[in-house]
T-cell receptor, first 115, second 110 residues
Framework: EPEVTQTPSHQVTQMGQEVILRCVPISNHLYFYWYRQILGQKVEFLVSFYNNEISEKSEIFDDQFSVERPDGSNFTLKIRSTKLEDSAMYFC?????????????FGSGTQLSVL | TQLLEQSPQFLSIQEGENLTVYCNSSSVFSSLQWYRQEPGEGPVLLVTVVTGGEVKKLKRLTFQFGDARKDSSLHITAAQPGDTGLYLCAGPYNTDKLIFGTGTRLQVFP
């Protein structure tokens, strides 16, 4: 079965540094998402992306966050100036149709640790 | 804000036992999904229930969507250690957004 791949699997950074998390969605999918999961807490929606623009974002996704699809295959999440509370597992997901009622395919995640 | 509350939060059982996990909301959902997440991995979709009262079976797992489409349950018969994981219900909120429940962490001991 096709997979969503994420790199790196682990990222350690200092508070205030910029990080870029990378994802390669499934090739024929059109809708892309970032979710995060703080340790011991539930999976939280961050942002959805379609047709090269953000279609929806949560209140977590503030000005420090941005997403980009720089080429035909990658989908990135940038955190401009990381905070301690950004430490979490970040999951990329993709789907063929809008993700509300559609099956989402998740990557294995990037564990971000902000020190 | 639509919330999905799951119960129990944690469940530790012996191999061979049966269990039921619940997902409840005060809001009506057009559908609900159940995912399983293993350590170090992303959630993997198990099933989608769409019609109120619908029952779907996946081997030893039985999923039910409430008649009013506000709740769902997952029943596992004769649990096995391979069933260990985090079980998440999820439902659509607006067109693009999937919101997740609080999760049930299941541990099945041999």
């Amino acid at each position: 079965e096709p997979e969503v791949t994420q790199t790196p699997s682990h990222q350690v950074t200092q508070m205030g540094q910029e990080v870029i998390l990378r994802c390669v969605p499934i090739s024929n999918h059109l809708y892309f998402y970032w979710y995060r999961q703080i340790l011991g807490q539930k999976v939280e929606f961050l942002v959805s992306f379609y047709n090269n623009e953000i279609s929806e974002k949560s209140e977590i996704f503030d000005d420090q966050f941005s997403v980009e699809r720089p080429d035909g295959s990658n989908f990135t999440l940038k955190i401009r100036s990381t905070k301690l509370e950004d430490s979490a597992m970040y999951f990329c997901a993709s789907s063929r149709e809008p993700g509300g009622n559609e099956k989402l395919f998740f990557g294995s995640g990037t564990q971000l640790s902000v020190l | 804000t639509q919330l999905l509350e799951q119960s129990p939060q944690f469940l530790s059982i012996q191999e061979g036992e049966n269990l039921t996990v619940y997902c409840n909301s005060s809001s009506v959902f057009s559908s609900l999904q159940w995912y399983r997440q293993e350590p170090g991995e992303g959630p993997v979709l198990l099933v989608t229930v769409v019609t109120g009262g619908e029952v779907k079976k996946l081997k030893r797992l039985t999923f039910q969507f409430g008649d009013a489409r506000k709740d769902s349950s997952l029943h596992i018969t004769a649990a096995q250690p391979g069933d260990t994981g985090l079980y998440l219900c999820a439902g659509p909120y607006n067109t693009d957004k999937l919101i997740f429940g609080t999760g049930t962490r299941l541990q099945v001991f041999p």
